[in-house]
């Protein structure tokens, strides 16, 4: 554990967000069309990592134009490289009529099958297979989320009211992921995270403390509250990605399922490490440093997240 958190302290902006890149491919006339990557964040290309492939009826005439003849880009539409430097690719394509669809290329999801105009066909189950994926991705490379779950585990050990605070956890991120994606809660992204931050800290403190405290008697209602604060960092993330407009309760439900198997993969293998025949001899003495590594990580976190608030 004070490996695993001291691999997060490099980049601590960045400590829950995946990585996304965007295409737009707009059509000029019928069959013909122009794309283009949006600006990168480093100096690198996309298309050096991302190489589209076009459905077979288009060719390419021009360095960021193709052709696609009378069937217009009607076909399988994928994208190689995508889930190495980039977890997501998000191709916009705005068809001559005004329609516009956005859609969503992952590792496990590296293709879409595109039908000429702006009738978006696409089933339940490529669109559920894709956020699910996308929702395990988070939260096992969001390493603030899974500090804090680490944290709970500390806090309360592998006992039944276990259950409970991973339950209460999940079901207030849930209601805050869903209630930010309809519209319904609108907060800046810096406080959100500052409190993120601050979450891991206090849930680490409480872990230490020998006295009976609130959060030791209701792990439960600790992990609801902050809960809900992680949820709106999930909608963040899930907003970046982009969410297909016919199948929203779909892709909102699939992605927060994807975070809750990739949760519980996490608390499976920390249960199998508990249980390993020498466990109590080497874990015993780690757990105090491992909380302050988890700590201090997050006491940095923390001081940066909200001088980004107040500056």
């Not at 068809?95 to 978006?120: C, I, K, M, N, R």
């Not at 608390?267 to 590594?293: D, F, H, I, T």
Request: hydrophobic share 50%; proline share 5%; glycine share 10%.
């Amino acid at each position: 554990m004070a490996a695993l958190a001291v691999s997060a302290s490099p980049a601590p902006a960045a400590a829950h967000e995946m990585s996304m890149a965007e295409m737009e491919v707009r059509e000029i006339a019928p069959g013909e069309l122009l794309w283009q990557w949006s600006a990168s964040s480093d100096k690198r290309p996309m298309g050096d990592d991302l190489v589209p492939r076009w459905p077979s009826v288009c060719t390419a005439s021009g360095p960021n134009a193709i052709r696609c003849g009378s069937e217009g880009l009607k076909g399988t539409l994928a994208m190689e490289g995508v889930g190495k430097r980039y977890s997501a690719a998000l191709v916009k394509i705005v068809w001559l009529d005004g329609g516009t669809h956005v859609y969503t290329l992952t590792a496990s999801q590296p293709s879409v099958e595109l039908f000429g105009s702006a009738d978006d066909r696409r089933g339940g189950g490529e669109i559920a297979r894709a956020y699910v994926g996308l929702g395990i991705q988070h939260i096992l490379g969001g390493i603030d989320h899974l500090l804090f779950v680490v944290g709970l585990l500390f806090l309360v050990g592998f006992c039944r009211r276990l259950i409970g605070t991973i339950s209460a956890f999940t079901l207030a991120h849930s209601l805050t992921l869903g209630c930010s994606v309809f519209g319904w809660i609108t907060l800046r992204p810096a406080p959100v995270e500052a409190c993120i931050a601050l979450s891991i800290l206090l849930v680490a403190g409480e872990a230490l403390r020998q006295r009976d405290t609130l959060a030791r008697r209701l792990p439960a209602l600790v992990s609801f509250l902050f809960g809900l604060v992680h949820g709106l960092g999930f909608a963040g993330a899930l907003k970046s990605v982009g969410l297909p407009e016919r199948h929203l309760p779909l892709a909102l439900l699939t992605f927060n399922v994807g975070v809750e198997l990739g949760q519980l993969l996490v608390v499976g293998l920390a249960y199998g490490v508990v249980r390993l025949p020498l466990s109590e001899r080497w874990l015993r003495p780690a757990r105090r440093p491992a909380l302050y590594a988890v700590g201090i990580v997050a006491a940095y976190w923390s001081w940066q997240r909200v001088a980004a608030v107040v500056l």
